[in-house]
Nanobody
């Protein structure tokens, strides 16, 4: 089993910054993709950013403001969020894909609340 522990959410004023972290532990030999998604009330969960050994991918509205990175030695993925806007308010979820026995297993974190005040 794989456990994901997220941290770094909170309340920030518009224009401010936050850094989210997600540490994976458990039965992990290697990790494929790591990413962040978010879900605002009444909305579907949407991709924020993802990262693999091949590079990064961002939702259009996050490009230039958010930066995703990972520390493979620590099995940790980070999301640096700058120039935050009230519309960035959501629960942010970490997602990790672990290859095992020829299959891909997807794990989700418990979510961390990010609230941006105007």
């Amino acid at each position: 089993q794989v456990r994901l522990v997220e941290s770094g959410g909170g309340l920030v004023q518009a224009g401010g910054s936050l850094r989210l972290s997600c540490a994976a532990s458990g039965s992990i030999n290697s990790i494929g993709s790591m990413g962040w998604y978010r879900q605002a009330p009444g909305n579907q969960r949407e991709l924020v950013a993802s990262i693999t050994s091949g590079g990064t991918n961002y939702a259009d509205s996050m490009k230039g403001r958010f930066t995703i990175s990972r520390d493979n030695a620590k099995n940790t993925v980070y999301l640096q969020m700058n120039s935050l806007k009230p519309e960035d308010t959501a629960v942010y979820y970490c997602k990790v894909v672990v290859p095992r026995w020829g299959q891909l297993y997807t794990y989700w974190g418990q979510g961390t609340q990010v609230t941006v005040s105007s």
